[in-house]
T-cell receptor
Framework: GAGVSQSPRYKVAKRGQDVALRCDPISGHVSLFWYQQALGQGPEFLTYFQNEAQLDKSGLPSDRFFAERPEGSVSTLKIQRTQQEDSAVYLC???????????????FGSGTQLSVL | GQQLNQSPQSMFIQEGEDVSMNCTSSSIFNTWLWYKQDPGEGPVLLIALYKAGELTSNGRLTAQFGITRKDSFLNISASIPSDVGIYFCAGPYGGSQGNLIFGKGTKLSVKP
């Protein structure tokens, strides 16, 4: 597609439920990032993939958060046993170049708004 | 940890007015980025700055990379209604241009 696509657009989960959020990056983009954006805040880095390799997961807030990109294209962010504090917009971004590239311009998707009740 | 402080937090604009906002950091950045986020959308890159003192324009937008490397400024000239939204400054950390730390944003709204 022309841009980064995320689904679902909105997700309502009951506390304790597991959720899976999908990201389709721009075709051919090497790097893929997940960010979490709480209401009224800027996005915060969660994790980074270069192709299928998860090179940085330092931003994942707990071991309930898990991300994968098995074939180096589509990525899934999974949150187990959701808590109310997980409510946020989850943004995916992709970049043509890998880490260290001079022009690692990020293209963001529209995000998935997760509400945990 | 690193933090980016943006001011003002919010401002009201009247069409035609010039707008200024800034971003400061407690530590040095080698790149400064300015993004705009519309409601329900992801951030879109407006301007990237790579050198201290650099002044870069993108249409009616002009941004500057502060000499100290701890601040950056964004100006919008002759604002129009579609300029409303949230403007974020961001800088990379951890050795990757894509691991970004964002400020909390400056929200532009139209004067009632």
């Amino acid at each position: 597609g022309a841009g980064v696509s995320q689904s679902p657009r909105y997700k309502v989960a009951k506390r304790g439920q597991d959720v899976a959020l999908r990201c389709d990056p721009i075709s051919g983009h090497v790097s893929l990032f997940w960010y979490q954006q709480a209401l009224g805040q800027g996005p915060e880095f969660l994790t980074y993939f270069q192709n299928e390799a998860q090179l940085d997961k330092s931003g994942l807030p707990s071991d309930r958060f898990f991300a994968e990109r098995p074939e180096g294209s589509v990525s899934t962010l999974k949150i187990q046993r959701t808590q109310q504090e997980d409510s946020a917009v989850y943004l995916c971004a992709s970049s043509l170049e890998g880490r260290g590239g001079f022009n690692e311009k990020l293209f963001f998707g529209s995000g998935t708004q997760l509400s945990v009740l | 940890g690193q933090q980016l402080n943006q001011s003002p937090q919010s401002m009201f604009i009247q069409e035609g007015e010039d707008v200024s906002m800034n971003c400061t950091s407690s530590s040095i950045f080698n790149t400064w980025l300015w993004y705009k986020q519309d409601p329900g959308e992801g951030p879109v890159l407006l301007i990237a700055l790579y050198k201290a003192g650099e002044l870069t324009s993108n249409g009616r937008l002009t941004a500057q990379f502060g000499i100290t490397r701890k601040d950056s400024f964004l100006n919008i000239s002759a604002s129009i209604p579609s300029d409303v939204g949230i403007y974020f400054c961001a800088g990379p950390y951890g050795g990757s241009q894509g691991n970004l730390i964002f400020g909390k944003g400056t929200k532009l709204s139209v004067k009632p």
